[in-house]
């Protein structure tokens, strides 16, 4: 499990102004910890990704672009940032998010060494190479993919199941025509981004109506996801797991209970896990206050189905100190530079 308290993002209540819940990150640890299922030394702790590793996907105009405060404002949705120094902005928006980051980059390599991997953050599935949206600055899913390709030998394939409450356009407009990248989006048509150049990317396409429910939502979930990684096998699976399908969440518009968005996340950890590849989740959309509990709560359903187990056979790992050395190579993983 990969977390920083890097994550969370707090600064003169500005993370008030945006209608979320900036502190969810650190609140899963907290409950997780309460339950007893991780201890401090089981927690991987996120580095920040630097700009050598930014730069594996994105444009140096990209990055520039981010030394704007009001572009920042834009992207996260925050208007008052526009008008804070950038300085601050660094330090107290930007940095927090390339953390999360780098913790999906890590928490691929993790994935892939042990069979499963979660970062309690990430998931900014509307960020491209070159475009910023939707609170996403920076393109964490596509980076990890990309870690994962060009770093670990056998690893060429990846599924994306992404079961936010929104469309992700992001991985969508940077994985256009790679035919070693099999997308499988399901979200509410109406909402943002309703980006149908990017929808082009996805190979299964689950487009929901106003208000769906638990019953047809988890039966198309089913159905899919089975459906996606029957007709391609992967290396690795990249859940991007958003609880904005929440009932109640103020942006996604879907009225999917707590309940079922356990049931829902034990659906792809199954499918994945039951044919050995290795599942990537990050945590992506929805902030509303009870979000950190379900999240917490079905990582502990997860566990408890044993499928949060040592990863496939051949990579079983025996000792403690192998553990570390493992956690240490994900570490430098993301900080080297490709060739
Ligand atoms: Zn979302």
Redesign the pocket.
Known sequence: IVYSPDYNITFMGLEKLHPFDAGKWGKVINFLKEEKLIADDLIVQAREATDEDLLVVHTRRYLNKLKWSFVVATITEIPPVAFLPNFVVQRKVLKPLRTQTGGTIMAGKLAVDRGWAINVGGGF?HCSSDKGG?FCAYADITLAIKFLFERVPGVSRATIIDL???QGNGHERDFMDDPRVYIMDAYNRYIYPGDGFAKRAIKRKVELEWGTEDSEYLQKVHTHVEGALNEFKPDIVVYNA?T?ILDGDP??GLAISPQGIVKRDEVVFRAARSRGVPVLMVT???YQKRTARIIADSILNLHSLGLLGRGRPACALGSPSMQNMVTDSAKDFSNLSLQ
């Open positions: 599935h939707g936010d409450a929104h958003g904005d942006l996604g992506s959309g929805g």
